[in-house]
Each structure stands twice: as structure tokens, then as C-alpha cells.
């Protein structure tokens, strides 16, 4: 015998009115959000327009225009600019003067000097992550709820860590320059600090979900709060520590290159001049070993992390 349960026809008729009239609000608020973004970007356009004297609109079909000098006379140009090979092209000027910019280490054997300055940005990115580590793990362990040894002490490290992270590397960066001058240094600093801030962030949201059971044996046997984290919380949660600090690398060099454009150092800086001279093939060698770098560094990552924390996190976002 089979027993069968039906609403009654009133409850139905109230859901089915109740879930026309849900899909009636997300229709309108979805017209309205779509009507505030395309007057949110009519209103830029204007004003954009409006600051450059009315000439946004008519110079806005010339928009790619820039493409057109990027492309070499010569595509082998670019692959003698990435190698510092001298090019048949070359009449004294620094648009072909590939061969100027070898760094040679011993006799004739030398680095090209975009790598090298690729180096020299790579660097940054793992010196500033390191500082960034190294600070963030004992601040996560402060700022975490569950952790904290004083509330008071929790409140100051998390509004110094959204300090850090309320200003953009570029800002920290400008600052510094005028301190230390320009350079890899106030680079490293910039994002060194906001590392800090966003790794220390991420680290103590993780350390608020660990297991707490190791914690408070640890605490029942008597041991203090350092031999507590040390032994008890510290092994838990390493491993996402290192996934995000490995993500946090990705991020940071990046972000050298674009604090590199405006006076720090490494390839960015570069970059920028072969843009701002026309210099296409030296454009293209630096753009295409920017990407090459980028791209090794994120695969890297990705394997790495897959082995820290487990291909199924890592799958489901636990990474």
C-alpha cells in the first residue's frame, strides 16, 4: 500500500504566485541594473569627451591605431631584440641596438638583457612575497577569532593589515621612490607591505575554520599560546598557507612589472620605453617574454599546489 501526500490546492496556487512574483523582481532588477550600467558608461564617455575638448568620440575609431607601428619591418627583429643579435637593420640608432644591451658574465658568454631584467623582476616578485609571508603568518594567528590571545591586540592587526591593503602597490611604491629613490628597493617594499596585508587577510579566514580539537588538548596539558599554534595549528594549516602564498607569487610579478613602468626597475620600465619610442620589435620580444614568464610561473604554481593541498581541493576550490 502506497500513501500519497498532496498539498492543498491553496498552499500551491500562494508558491506558485509567491515564485511569479520572485522572477518578476529579478526581471526588473536585472532592467534596471542593465540601464544604471549603460548610463554609468554613456556618462564616462561624455565626460571623457567633454576633458579632451571633444575630440574622445572622433578619435575613437583610431583606437588600434597603435598596432600599426608595433608590427616590425622585419619579424626576425624580434626574436634578435629577445636574444641581443645584431640586426641588418641596425644604422646606429637604439631602435636596433640589440647587441648594446648584453650583460656578459664571462668571456664571451653573456645574458640577454631582457632576461636579465626579467630576472631582475621575478626577484622582486619572490622578495616581497617572502616579506609578505613572513609577516603574514604570525598576524593571521593574532587576527583569527578562535586564536586570538587578546581581542584588543586581534582589533589593531586587522585594521593595520586593511591599512596595508587599502592602498595600491603603485601608491606605496611612489611613496617609497621619493624616500629611497627609484629601484627594485621601493618596489620590493611596496609589495612586500601589501602582501602583508592581502596574505595576512586570507591566512587568518583559514586559521577561523581549523579543527579545534588539537588546540584545546594542547591548551588542557598546559601549553602556552606559541606552543599551541606551533604544534597544534600551525601543522593544519601550512599547506593552503603555501597554496596561497605561491598564488600570491603569480600576482606579485605582475604587479613588479607594472611598478617597473614607473621607475621600478626590471622589465617594466622597458616596456614602457619601447612603447612610448615606437620600437616594435623590441615591444613585441619584451611582451612575448613577459607572457612565456608569466605563463611558466602560473603552471608551476598550479602543479605545486595541486601537491600541497590535493588534486580534489584544488578542484574544488580549496586552493
Known sequence: MTLSVTAPSGVTHQMADAWRRQTSLRRLYTVLGIGLLLAAMFSSMWFADEANAGHFFDRLPHILDFLSWLVPKDWNDVWRALFDIASPHDTGTQEFNFPLGRVYIWGGFYIPEYFELMLTTVNVALVSTFIGFIFAVPFSFIAARNLTPHPALR?????????????????????FAAIVSTGPIAAIIAIGLHSIGALGKLFYEINENIDMRAEEGLKAVGANWFERVRFADLPQVLPNFMS??????????????IIGAVGGGGIGEELKLSISRGFGAKTLALVLLLFTTIFIIDQFSAWLRRKLVGEQAFLMGGA
Request: glycine share 2%; hydrophobic share 55%.
Open 244 to 257: 596561497y602564498t605561491l598564488l600570491r607569487v603569480e600576482i606579485n610579478v605582475r604587479a613588479s612589472t
Open 155 to 175: 582589533l589593531v592587526v586587522k585594521r593595520f593589515m586593511e591599512l596595508l591593503r587599502a592602498f595600491p602597490e603603485i601608491v606605496i611604491a611612489g611613496l
